[in-house]
């Protein structure tokens, strides 16, 4: 039974599990806990959400890390976390801003206005973070570290990038195009982060931040599931053709923001290779 196991894809599948009865279990104190903190204020429901679902996924991956494979969590340890999440959160912000600053310049992207509301902004940057949060510790923690441990870094890079786009396609109006560049980019970038310190903390800053700027600052986001457009601090619009805008999908599925993070990330994988610790 052991042997079965250890095996990688069983492993990940069983990481897979814990992590998702993690997840249930949150979800399921989330509906007992929300109604008494009212359902209409979504600010304090994504605090709320917060507050049971990281503790409730990092524990239930813990458990496996533990009970599984019987080793220490080295890949979300505490050493150097803060300095590896506040450069990926720079990096994630500051790449979003490139992408932006380049439809501004060339005309696709118009400030109209700005809605500062403090309460809304905290929502929107820990519904980021606990988004990215339960996405890093699937596709970086779970399915690209135990593939790489068992194919190599470029099937893993390969496979999680794959993985990442493919559940994309369920967002609202989603495409094969914007499948495929939501895979070149944040996949290939997510994992390059992962590779190049093999712990969770860079790649989650970039992808929390990363999301943080498109829903909750430039006014620019898109609700997954619904379509709906999401208002940030800038109350803003974009036009243009819909292979510079992302038409309906959002920036995300913009060349731009493809050709941007799909450089940043080569960037990482040639300082990872520099540093010898692709496998």
């Given at each position: 039974?052991?042997?079965?196991?250890?095996?990688?894809?069983?492993?990940?599948?069983?990481?897979?599990?814990?992590?998702?009865?993690?997840?249930?279990?949150?979800?399921?104190?989330?509906?007992?806990?929300?109604?008494?903190?009212?359902?209409?204020?979504?600010?304090?429901?994504?605090?709320?959400?917060?507050?049971?679902?990281?503790?409730?996924?990092?524990?239930?991956?813990?458990?496996?890390?533990?009970?599984?494979?019987?080793?220490?969590?080295?890949?979300?340890?505490?050493?150097?976390?803060?300095?590896?999440?506040?450069?990926?959160?720079?990096t994630g912000f500051g790449l979003f801003g490139f992408v932006m600053a380049i439809l501004w310049l060339l005309g696709?992207?118009?400030?109209?206005?700005?809605?500062?509301?403090?309460?809304?902004?905290?929502?929107?940057?820990?519904?980021?973070?606990?988004?990215?949060?339960?996405?890093?510790?699937?596709?970086?923690?779970?399915?690209?570290?135990?593939?790489?441990?068992?194919?190599?870094?470029?099937?893993?890079?390969?496979?999680?990038?794959?993985?990442?786009?493919?559940?994309?396609?369920?967002?609202?109006?989603?495409?094969?195009?914007?499948?495929?560049?939501?895979?070149?980019?944040?996949?290939?970038?997510?994992?390059?982060?992962?590779?190049?310190?093999?712990?969770?903390?860079?790649?989650?800053?970039?992808?929390?931040?990363?999301?943080?700027?498109?829903?909750?600052?430039?006014?620019?986001?898109?609700?997954?599931?619904?379509?709906?457009?999401?208002?940030?601090?800038?109350?803003?619009?974009?036009?243009?053709?819909?292979?510079?805008?992302?038409?309906?999908?959002?920036?995300?599925?913009?060349?731009?923001?493809?050709?941007?993070?799909?450089?940043?990330?080569?960037?990482?994988?040639?300082?990872?290779?520099?540093?010898?610790?692709?496998?």
């Open positions: 039974m052991n042997k079965i196991l250890q095996f990688p894809l069983v492993r990940i599948i069983v990481a897979i599990l814990f992590i998702g009865v993690g997840f249930i279990v949150a979800q399921l104190a989330l509906n007992v806990l929300r109604p008494a903190f009212g359902t209409t204020n979504t600010s304090l429901a994504q605090l709320l959400a917060f507050i049971l679902f990281m503790p409730a996924t990092w524990f239930a991956y813990w458990m496996y890390v533990r009970s599984v494979e019987k080793r220490g969590m080295t890949e979300l340890g505490f050493s150097n976390a803060l300095s590896e999440f506040g450069l990926g959160s720079l696709f992207y118009r400030v109209n206005g700005i809605d500062f509301t403090l309460l809304s902004l905290i929502g929107a940057l820990l519904g980021a973070l606990l988004s990215a949060f339960v996405q890093e510790l699937i596709f970086r923690a779970v399915i690209y570290r135990i593939t790489e441990e068992w194919l190599g870094t470029w099937w893993a890079l390969a496979i999680s990038a794959i993985l990442f786009g493919l559940i994309h396609l369920s967002t609202s109006g989603a495409t094969i195009f914007s499948a495929v560049s939501i895979a070149l980019q944040a996949g290939v970038l997510l994992a390059a982060a992962y590779a190049l310190t093999h712990r969770l903390w860079l790649a989650l800053g970039i992808h929390a931040l990363w999301d943080f700027a498109n829903d909750g600052i430039f006014g620019v986001g898109v609700a997954g599931q619904t379509g709906q457009a999401l208002h940030g601090l800038f109350q803003a619009s974009l036009n243009g053709p819909d292979l510079f805008t992302g038409g309906a999908l959002g920036v995300e599925a913009s060349v731009v923001s493809l050709v941007v993070t799909l450089i940043a990330g080569i960037i990482l994988l040639r300082k990872a290779n520099r540093q010898g610790v692709l496998v």
